[in-house]
C-alpha cells in the first residue's frame, strides 16, 4: 500500500528503518509470499534474518553484540 506523499511515516517503537539492496528476483518472491501469507515485507525480513541468525549462532556460538556508545573515545 502505498504512502501518500504528503503524509509522515513513522518508525514503530523499537524498530529502526534500515536501507540494503536486493536482487530483484529475491523482492518479487518476498512480495508474493508477504501477499500469500497476509503479511507485510518487513514481517518476511525480519524473519528471514532471525532464523539466519538462529542457524549462524548454533554453528558459530552467540553473537557479542557491542555496547551502544562503544565506539571511539575520543
Do not use: H, W
Amino acid at each position: 500500500m502505498a504512502t501518500p506523499k504528503n503524509s509522515v511515516r513513522s518508525i514503530p517503537e523499537g524498530k529502526t528503518q534500515v536501507n540494503f539492496n536486493i536482487t530483484n528476483s529475491i523482492l518479487e518472491k518476498v512480495r508474493s509470499l508477504a501477499s500469500q501469507e497476509r503479511v507485510s515485507n518487513s514481517d518476511i525480513y525480519n524473519l528471514s534474518v532471525e532464523k539466519y541468525l538462529e542457524l549462524y549462532e548454533k554453528k558459530n556460538g552467540k553473537i557479542k553484540v557491542k555496547p551502544k556508545g562503544s565506539g571511539l573515545n575520543i
